[in-house]
């Protein structure tokens, strides 16, 4: 086949407020107090396409193919037992924030709106898998190198940044969870767009309770307030598509070769669509911004509440990622960042008291 051409939940407390530049450069979250610029709505990867291309991309036609592929697969159909649960956390901090995207802008430092990275600590606009693979991590479990980014919140110019261990979840997105497998070394993909409008962001397939704080729910804009209190903060949980098409590590819109299950006709069923048949974990944001009081002045750096989106550039290790989704998700379970269940303690846990393999 010719290859196609390029296509265009912390405690809050004062300090999480943190004052950093949106200027070109990567920013601990401990920086220091300079203020930025306001930026446009929609502005970063949404004002130009890329002008370079990843070295995992040599031909530069946006394609990245998995070695091997993964072949003859078809949506599994079957009905395991029925398990009320079957996921794991990736616990992750925030570890730095710049205005780069190793996925939409590789190798152009600066070009994007301002992201706050969370999990490998190395995650620049030059990142590759090699690298994410060398660096360390802010996860739980060392073995966890993945790449995690959303765009940063601000109050006004202040950053708002999530405090302590956040919670990604990975779930079965299938009915049949004993199908899913492991994510791919390299897969990387882009869930929702900073240019969706309030209806798109409302309709997605991925959106699950928007925008919280207090009592207030399913919220496209930011609520206009939030109780004043300590233990408020506010919230947001989105999902990824979970089916694979088993072919690309990446395609030019970096959303292709990913897509979300479908009901299965006649039933009440999820399997995953004949064109992406390879079942993966469904990977949830559930992000708590230290926010609350009069939320008027909060914003993106992409724009507005609606231009909400996240990517993940997987860089776990492998094994320790198999026995998580083997034991967790694959089994039926409840499991923390250690791959235990504390309702069923009789099925151990998967990692060891330091998050590693035993």
Same mark, same amino acid.
């Given at each position: ?97 710049? /205005? ?61 940044? /999530? ?101 299965? /006709? ?93």
């Amino acid at each position: 086949m010719p290859r196609r051409s390029r296509v265009l939940s912390g405690t809050l407390v004062a300090s999480a407020l943190l004052l950093t530049s949106i200027g070109v450069g990567t920013l601990a979250v401990n920086a220091g107090a300079a203020t930025p610029p306001a930026q446009s709505a929609h502005s970063g990867h949404t004002m130009a396409a890329s002008t370079a291309f990843s070295p995992e991309d040599p031909d530069g036609d946006g394609y990245i193919p998995a070695n091997p592929p993964v072949t003859g697969v078809t949506p599994s159909t079957k009905e395991p037992p029925h398990r009320y649960f079957h996921e794991f956390q990736a616990n992750c901090a925030v570890s730095h924030t710049a /205005p780069d995207d190793p996925i939409v802008y590789p190798q152009q430092p600066g070009k994007s709106h301002d992201h706050t990275f969370m999990g490998n600590t190395t995650t620049n606009a030059n990142s590759t898998t090699a690298s994410l693979d060398a660096g360390s991590t802010t996860c739980l479990a060392p073995g966890d190198r993945s790449g995690y980014w959303m765009p940063t919140m601000y109050d006004g110019d202040r950053p708002v940044l /999530p405090v302590g261990p956040q919670v990604i979840y990975y779930k079965a997105g299938v009915t049949d969870y004993t199908s899913v497998r492991p994510f791919p070394k390299g897969l990387r993909y882009v869930v929702g767009s900073p240019m969706q409008s309030a209806q798109e962001f409302r309709n997605h397939r991925g959106f699950v309770e928007g925008w919280e704080c207090g009592d207030s729910f399913f919220n496209v804009d930011f609520p206009a307030n939030c109780p004043d209190r300590e233990d408020v903060q506010v919230n947001i949980r989105f999902q990824a598509p979970s089916c694979w098409d088993g072919r690309n590590l990446d395609t030019p819109d970096h959303k292709s070769h990913m897509a979300y299950p479908v009901v299965n /006709p006649g039933t009440n069923n999820n399997i995953c669509p004949a064109t992406h048949p390879v079942a993966l974990p469904m990977i949830e944001f559930k992000m708590a911004f230290p926010v609350n009081g009069d939320l008027s002045r909060v914003r993106l750096a992409s724009g507005a509440s609606y231009s909400f989106h996240y990517d993940f550039f997987n860089a776990w290790d492998d094994a320790t990622l198999k026995a998580l989704v083997d034991h967790c998700v694959v089994g039926g379970l409840q499991c923390n960042a250690r791959g235990y269940d504390e309702t069923h303690p009789e099925a151990g846990a998967a990692l060891d008291a330091n998050y590693e393999l035993p």
